[in-house]
């Protein structure tokens, strides 16, 4: 147990998120707490495709927060129309990956802006500031890194695992190429050794696939130990299972349990506390962190605002003392 000195005044908040569990509490710490919220997105997952440079998870943590996204189907915009996917097939274009007519928009505007020499930290900002989101969303890196998901048919890059395969081969490994050379860039580096810092925030994704890409810069994950603010992570895991995705399976495949004491050892080093569902509390008792029990499934946005000020509330619970080992 460390006493840690009293650090008065500290009202913002960092977030580590992927896709679309992760953005649901990230909508749910906005709405809590607007512009005081930076979010870490994820870029392990971004590729080129049809000569577009797609960045899932942050266009999926841009149109949850700006109120665009299509909440059923987790990932691309509502009310989204698919006539140039079905121009594409028929004339030999790869529809594997599902561009909609509205969502190219961003892709086509992110593609034109990084060719002419812009950060993808730069346009993703633009971006938000235009979609009236008063959150900051960063990008983990504007270096490539790019998540490689070696499995029993052979390695394969990220989207072509998730979407193409959908998830089907056995994950025997996962690697970030490009992270031990990438930079955390300057926008990173301010928002996580900010001196008012509340809280680092650990959002419900995939660890193995969403939030390790983020710790792997190296930069990155050492002032994330080092921060003076509480680490709270939420267990993606509820009842023994992942609530949507690929989580459940890919732990089975790594040998790894589906509960969230497996979740608190693999964040072992980094965490002060860790939320667990109300079906788990069994296993509030875990060793080095922190547990505080709470419904984490988040079906509405009234769920997204209640875990939001359940996990600040339990940040500054031990934001004096700390248990980090
Ligand atoms: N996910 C799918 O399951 N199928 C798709 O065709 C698909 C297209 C797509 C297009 C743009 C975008 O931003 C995301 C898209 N996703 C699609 C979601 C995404 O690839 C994954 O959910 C994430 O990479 C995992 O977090």
Redesign the pocket.
């Known amino acids: 147990m460390t006493v840690r000195a009293p650090r008065p005044d500290t009202h913002r908040v960092v977030a580590l998120c992927?896709?679309?569990g992760g953005a649901k509490l990230a909508l749910g710490l906005a709405r809590v707490l607007g512009e005081d919220l930076t979010v870490i997105v994820?870029t392990g997952?971004d590729f080129e495709h049809l000569g577009l440079m797609?960045?899932?998870?942050i266009?999926?943590v841009l149109y949850t927060l700006s109120g665009l996204a299509d909440k059923e189907?987790?990932?691309?915009r509502a009310d989204e129309s698919w006539e140039f996917m079905r121009a594409l097939g028929p004339l030999g274009g790869e529809t594997?990956?599902?561009?909609?007519d509205r969502?190219l928009a961003l892709?086509v505007l992110r593609t034109q802006q990084l060719r002419s020499g812009r950060s993808l930290t730069d346009v993703v900002g633009d971006i938000a500031r235009r979609l009236g989101i008063a959150a900051t969303i960063l990008p983990m890196s504007d270096d490539p890194i790019r998540t490689m998901v070696e499995t029993d048919e052979g390695t394969l890059p990220?989207?072509r695992y998730?979407?193409e395969r959908?998830c089907g081969p056995a994950v025997r490994a996962i690697r970030f190429d490009g992270a031990l050379e990438a930079a955390m860039s300057a926008a990173v580096r301010a928002a996580l050794a900010a001196p008012d810092l509340r809280a680092i925030v650990v959002c419900p994704?995939?660890p193995f696939?969403?939030v390790d890409p983020i710790l792997a810069v190296p930069d990155l994950r050492r002032l994330v130990e080092a921060s003076q603010a509480p680490v709270v992570a939420v267990s993606p895991i509820i009842g023994g299972k992942a609530v949507k995705?690929p989580t459940a399976k890919i732990m089975a495949e790594l040998d790894v349990p589906t509960t969230s004491r497996a979740i608190a050892d693999h964040y072992r080093g980094l965490l002060d506390a860790l939320v667990i569902d109300e079906t788990d509390a069994a296993e509030r008792d875990l060793p080095g962190v922190s547990t505080k029990v709470a419904p984490t499934l988040m079906q509405s946005d009234a769920d997204r605002e209640r875990l939001a000020g359940t996990v600040l509330a339990f940040a500054d619970e031990i934001a004096a003392i700390g248990s980090r080992s």
């Open positions: 992927g896709g679309v994820n997952d797609i960045s899932p998870d266009d999926t189907r987790g990932w691309g594997w990956f599902q561009l909609g969502d892709h990220f989207q998730f979407v959908r994704s995939n696939l969403s995705g």
